[in-house]
T-cell receptor, first 114, second 112 residues
Framework: KAGVTQTPRYLIKTRGQQVTLSCSPI?????VSWYQQTPGQGLQFLFE???????NKGNFPGRFSGRQFSNSRSEMNVSTLELGDSALYLC?????????????FGPGTRLTVT | TQLLEQSPQFLSIQEGENLTVYCNSS?????LQWYRQEPGEGPVLLVT?????EVKKLKRLTFQFGDARKDSSLHITAAQPGDTGLYLC????????????FGTGTQLKVEL
């Protein structure tokens, strides 16, 4: 079974631009969560989607948004990029949306904002 | 406020040594996981512990969940260079839905 895939793997943007990242979950997984990882803040939860609906949201500004499609694939968008948005963005999928289900992470998208 | 504090933050040891990483919180977790992450990759799940007091062994790795489900430890016996990586604990706060809270991380380097 194929793992979680994320595209692109690397991205360089300039301040003020917007960016869209893509995540394809493991086949059969319906829950997709997004995380931001930085050296200073570690891994922080952005949001979770299940059945095309955002079910949970972390403490991030409205510039960060996402969506999920009927095939469970998910995208996240960051508008008006800031230097502090430079990070590894990780997507994780799981079978369902309760805490007892394990999450499987993709390799991440490394975003650099200049 | 970081819900899960890990210690130590950095650990550099020689091959063959033993080590313990701690994950502590003031919150109760319905379950707790340990991950290992290598540079440029996403975290890989090592184990999930669910019951207070539970001990799980994975080859040379031993994981323990505290009785009160507020803390956990990871013990590695006879560390090898292949154990090098960032170790992360993560848990679901009771009633927190599917929001996984990660610890601060422990960077382990095992040298020959």
């Amino acid at each position: 079974k194929a793992g979680v895939t994320q595209t692109p793997r690397y991205l360089i943007k300039t301040r003020g631009q917007q960016v869209t990242l893509s995540c394809s979950p493991i086949s059969g997984h319906r829950s997709v969560s997004w995380y931001q990882q930085t050296p200073g803040q570690g891994l922080q939860f952005l949001f979770e989607y299940f059945s095309e609906t955002q079910r949970n949201k972390g403490n991030f500004p409205g510039r960060f948004s996402g969506r999920q499609f009927s095939n469970s694939r998910s995208e996240m968008n960051v508008s008006t990029l800031e230097l502090g948005d430079s990070a590894l963005y990780l997507c994780a999928s799981s079978l369902a949306r309760t805490g007892s289900y394990e999450q499987y992470f993709g390799p991440g998208t490394r975003l650099t904002v200049t | 406020t970081q819900l899960l504090e890990q210690s130590p933050q950095f650990l550099s040891i020689q091959e063959g040594e033993n080590l313990t990483v701690y994950c502590n919180s003031s919150s109760v977790f319905s379950s707790l996981q340990w991950y290992r992450q290598e540079p440029g990759e996403g975290p890989v799940l090592l184990v999930t512990v669910v019951t207070g007091g539970e001990v799980k062994k994975l080859k040379r790795l031993t994981f323990q969940f505290g009785d009160a489900r507020k803390d956990s430890s990871l013990h590695i016996t006879a560390a090898q260079p292949g154990d090098t990586g960032l170790y992360l604990c993560a848990g679901w706060v009771t009633g927190g839905g599917n929001k996984l809270t990660f610890g601060t991380g422990t960077q382990l380097k095992v040298e020959l």
